[in-house]
């Protein structure tokens, strides 16, 4: 399976890369180094069947020409802009980054007669379901975040190609994912708080935000039983794990590991910020009927990625533009 | 209701600027010109409530500018590329006049202090829905068209302006619209046929097509409706007739009216083309239940539409750029 990574230096991209080098494929990553790290492909680097591109996606002349040259039959495109809570500051930039650069990529992806597209999307484009556990087909949603508005739009497009062009769809609808070079996300800010600070810590809404976590390892697993084994013109999966936490509990298991106990100071609300849902909880039963089964939970998935943080504090110093 | 409508000079454009007029709303209309026609807006023009603006929306610091110079309290955009069946043949066109052009005219009005933003969607987000009549809250779609897709793109943008910044959501959801001023379509297409060559007609699938149409004065009536008694953060409503009818027996309607009898060649599927929607049937018990209901059926509005286009023959020159 020759695959192209788009957001090959960011967390998920680049653990997607060394999973699919340890399948034995050929891959090449693209990506513009905003918020991907050189220091994450380390390991990529060192096959002889990985290949970079340093590529800033929306330049659509120049993606068309890389993605032609490669020649994959697979491109999985994962670069976006990952900062969820900003968007109403910079409303354009989810437009470009989110919406425009997916163009781009599917674009470029049919003129270069890839078989196969996929997208990371999020259990946010269901806005604040009714349904929980909320399955793939639950009632037509409304957004409620640009971010989440944004991988709408590429779903759609995806969709369309599909149907017009013959380009196969998988579309990951991602809880949020913790694990090693986890990058951005609430375990990040909390470790950053802790350490400035272990006394008192500052929590955006009331800490009762109910939230799904996967661990990176368990999200790999499935993104590559789900391009391994589906071959529906268009292939829509949740990706989550089957329990939730909330904010405060989370927060126990991190100031537990830092041995710490700070005073608790809530912004108060039920968001955390604008568009932030309060309840996520995906309903994955379609990815377990073909298979998959997370093998770590959140409460692992937490203390995995704080101690990753923890061992790897240069990290905190590299947030992506806000 | 000071109301800028953009696609002013379009076929539903006009109308509605006609409409609030009567209502006595000061209105200005946008539109450049690439299917829009003069001729549509002299009757507007006659009103002192009326201004208009030659603007090409993909020009965002000039959308800007206008809207924010008019300082309307309700935008409605209609300004779309309205070409659904030629998608496939320029992919970008839909995304840079259905998604780009929607987020310069959104994020204008939001600079501008708008406080209603009305939009012009389409029963197509449905895809092909396994629900009939197809209500709004229907399972999650699958999107099969370039058009549906940049829809549902600028109807999440307008949802997430909607939640991050209080201004107040219509979405309309139409079946196609019939009336005085239709400019595409398919009785657009049979009358043109007909008209070159009486005796023998192609029809693009099987002709068993199932499709709603609404009469445009019918619509007109229910957007005034929903946005003068509707004030929800989110007002999301079918617009549609509650029956339907097939190809064969719109065309039927049509040789009647025209008194010709050609002989059917199908070109063939269940499909008219690539995206087409086999059977759409909106359901509109939400629009009925704020007291709207359509005074034309199907069959009234063909032969209107039809006696429109027979009496103004210069409308088949006319067409949009494909």
């Not at 590991?257 to 995906?282: C, H, N, Q």
């Amino acid at each position: 399976m020759r695959t192209l990574v788009t957001g090959a230096a960011g967390f998920i991209g680049s653990n997607l890369c060394d999973y699919l080098l340890h399948q034995n494929c050929e891959v090449q990553g693209v990506d513009n180094f905003v918020t991907g790290q050189k220091e994450f492909l380390k390991e990529a680097h060192k096959n002889q069947k990985f290949s970079f591109q340093e590529l800033d996606l929306f330049d659509f002349e120049k993606t068309k020409k890389i993605i032609a040259s490669y020649r994959p039959e697979v491109v999985v495109h994962l670069a976006s802009n990952a900062d969820v809570r900003f968007g109403l500051k910079h409303p354009r930039k989810d437009v470009e980054q989110g919406t425009l650069v997916t163009y781009n990529v599917l674009e470029s992806s049919r003129l270069a007669g890839v078989k196969k597209f996929a997208f990371s999307s999020t259990g946010s484009v269901y806005g604040e379901p009714e349904v929980f556990p909320t399955p793939e087909n639950c009632p037509f949603p409304i957004q409620t975040s640009l971010y989440a508005a944004s991988k709408v739009a590429a779903e759609g497009l995806i969709q369309a190609y599909s149907e017009g062009y013959g380009i196969k769809g998988y579309i990951f609808r991602f809880v949020s994912i913790l694990g090693e070079r986890y990058t951005h996300g609430h375990v990040f800010d909390f470790a950053q708080k802790l350490l400035r600070n272990s006394k008192k810590i500052e929590i955006l809404g009331d800490g009762k935000q109910q939230k799904a976590y996967l661990y990176v390892g368990d999200c790999m697993g499935a993104i590559w039983r789900i391009l391994s084994s589906q071959d529906e013109k268009m292939n829509i999966f949740n990706l989550g794990p089957d329990e939730y936490i909330n904010v405060d509990q989370s927060l126990d298991i991190i100031c537990r590991t830092m041995a710490v106990s700070p005073e608790r100071v809530y912004t108060g609300g039920k968001r955390g910020w604008i568009g932030d849902s309060p309840f996520i909880f995906l309903d994955c039963k379609k990815l377990k009927s073909i298979g998959w089964k997370p093998k770590k939970n959140i409460a692992e998935s937490v203390e995995i990625t704080l101690k990753y943080i923890l061992e790897n504090k240069w990290i905190l110093e590299k947030r992506g533009v806000e």
